[in-house]
């Protein structure tokens, strides 16, 4: 794998996307319906009053933002 092909799998794909509730900012990517990938910054960690301490940090209020996204076109599925 090129760096180029490397930074496109990393970084592709991703939008922004704020929490409704805590307005914590992490960046999103929908491959399908079930399959949900989102890259969380120290400031969104930090900001998130529910995020959970598991292997993979998760919150279900930004959970319930991404499939309003998904709802309203605001955020695609890939």
Known sequence: MTLTERQEYLE???TELSCARCDA???VRKSS???TSVQWTTQ???RCPRKLNALVPTCPDLRDSI???VKLGTLGVA
């Open 67 to 69: 499939e309003r996204a």
């Open 25 to 27: 900012l992490v960046r």
């Open 44 to 46: 969104a960690a930090g």
């Open 33 to 35: 319906l079930q399959q």
């Open 12 to 14: 592709g794909g991703f």
